[in-house]
Nanobody
Framework: QVQLVESGGGLVQPGGSLRLSCAAS????????MGWYRQAPGKQREWVAT???????NYADSVKGRFTISRDNAKTTSYLQMNNLKPEDTAVYYC????????WGQGTQVTVSS
């Protein structure tokens, strides 16, 4: 199974930006889709965005136009650029690798607050 390590979370004011990174190791990266999910306190985990091996992207309606998912196959890393952040974006963000088995990272906290 692929190991995933997220980074880049933190505290940001409403309207601010953050870029999350997800470094993958231990498996094939370029052939499989990568994704991001999030879980807010007291809520179920929800899908945020996906990028396929061909770089086709899809987004949840709640983040469309504000978040951008990308990947760098040479660095085996995926990214989530988050702009115009809102308090409702506060959550633990998880990276996923959709190989023969889906792998999950440990999560990184994003807090949007003034």
């Amino acid at each position: 199974q692929v190991q995933l390590v997220e980074s880049g979370g933190g505290l940001v004011q409403p309207g601010g930006s953050l870029r999350l990174s997800c470094a993958a190791s231990g498996g094939v990266f370029s052939l499989y889709a990568m994704g991001w999910y999030r879980q807010a306190p007291g809520k179920q985990r929800e899908w945020v965005a996906t990028i396929t091996s061909r770089r086709t992207t899809n987004y949840a309606d709640s983040v469309k136009g504000r978040f951008t998912i990308s990947r760098d196959n040479a660095k085996t890393t995926s990214y989530l650029q988050m702009n115009n952040l809102k308090p409702e974006d506060t959550a633990v963000y998880y990276c996923t690798h959709h190989g023969p088995q889906t792998s999950w990272g440990q999560g990184t906290q994003v807090t949007v607050s003034s």
